[in-house]
């Protein structure tokens, strides 16, 4: 079966999810969460990718960038998943892949779900109960959005910055939204959209993202077929 074609439109950031094949780890040291930031800043910079949020978790890693070019994440990635992949291969004497087949993405509305998006990627380690809070997670972008400890990997979103454009407020602003649980329909909405490779946000951001892409942005209903007396036309309601 052929690949679905993504959705690579530049300046819309993107929510990317790689995981171990299988599910395995793919961190398995502290020097390796530091080996992937180091080749993932690398492989932004060459590539004009804007990193707005991660966290590294045991065995998959969640990003929200935005792209400059419509080529720059796919190649962001190559290089990122290449490079580490070497590292790790040679660090463990292992062979073979480290990487669950491509990574999967989904374009993301920013005016109306960025900063959901940073939460639910920042909270990651909470839900899995490796922590109580994000602050206690060394390898996410949370203490940088959150408290401003110096991150060269980070690039702050328009969005992000307009909260109040004094930096103590905005940060103060930004913990503040993580004192209530995220609603179940905001972490469904966000999971179905990348599990299925589409597009997080409201209607009219779908509309204007199948104008450009001409492909479809959302689940396609679900239905028995039916015949049109009148024509024999097979429909789906």
């Avoid at 966290?55 to 720059?72: F, G």
């Avoid at 580490?84 to 989904?106: F, M, Q």
């Avoid at 951001?205 to 450009?212: A, D, L, N, P, Q």
Wanted: proline residues 6%.
């Amino acid at each position: 079966m052929a690949r679905k074609p993504r959705f690579n439109l530049p300046g819309v950031p993107q929510h990317i999810v790689q995981r171990g094949n299988n599910r395995e780890p793919c961190f398995f040291a502290i020097d390796d969460h530091q080996r992937y930031l180091h080749d993932l800043y690398e492989a932004a910079q060459a590539n004009h990718v804007a990193i707005h949020a991660y966290v590294l978790m045991t065995n998959h890693v969640h990003l929200l960038a935005t792209p400059a070019e419509a080529w720059s994440i796919s190649y962001m990635m190559q290089d990122v998943g290449r490079k580490y992949v070497r590292y790790i291969n040679h660090c463990y004497r292992r062979t073979g892949t480290l990487w669950e087949g491509r990574y999967k993405a989904s374009l993301v509305d920013s005016q109306a779900y960025l900063l959901t998006c940073m939460r639910y990627i920042e909270l990651n380690p909470v839900r899995a109960h490796m922590v109580d809070h994000p602050s206690e997670y060394a390898w996410s972008s949370y203490a940088f959005n959150a408290v401003g400890k110096p991150n060269p990997l980070l690039e702050p979103h328009p969005v992000y910055l307009s909260i109040d454009a004094n930096e103590e407020r905005r940060r103060h602003a930004y913990r503040e939204l993580f004192l209530a649980h995220m609603e179940p329909d905001e972490i469904h909405d966000i999971r179905e959209s990348l599990s299925r490779e589409l597009v997080l946000g409201r209607d009219d951001f779908k509309e204007r993202i199948e104008e450009m892409s001409r492909r479809q942005t959302r689940p396609a209903k679900l239905g028995r077929p039916h015949v049109a007396e009148s024509s024999g036309i097979y429909y789906v309601m």
